[in-house]
């Protein structure tokens, strides 16, 4: 367990240092730090709504991400911050394809 904890930390002090702690196409990753408290680690929903199965489409999800949608809950009536368009389209597929 401390090995897989050291990763982790390299992984984030590396992330520090470069400036990105993801890469672009990283959805999964991206989700599970970012979204995964809310909507729970497999889109099963906990403080957030359930997606697995969302009808919202890649783009929409894309969109609500980076731009926010007013009189929506917090975070998501302002744009993620610190995500990138493409990031943003990576977390989507990602939520996409969850099951």
Not at 10 to 15: D, N, P, W
Not at 67 to 84: F, W
Not at 88 to 96: L, S
């Amino acid at each position: 367990m401390k090995v897989v904890h050291g990763v982790v930390l390299l992984a984030l002090v590396l992330g520090l240092m470069t400036g990105s702690l993801f890469a672009a196409d990283d959805g999964g990753a991206i989700y599970k730090s970012k979204c995964a408290m809310c909507h729970g680690p497999n889109g099963e929903g906990k403080m957030g709504p359930k997606l697995v199965g969302t009808s919202m489409s890649e783009a929409q999800i894309a969109d609500q991400l980076t731009k926010g949608v007013a009189g929506k809950k917090a975070p998501h009536s302002k744009p993620m911050s610190g995500l990138t368009d493409d990031q943003a389209k990576a977390v989507a597929a990602y939520v996409k394809g969850l099951k």
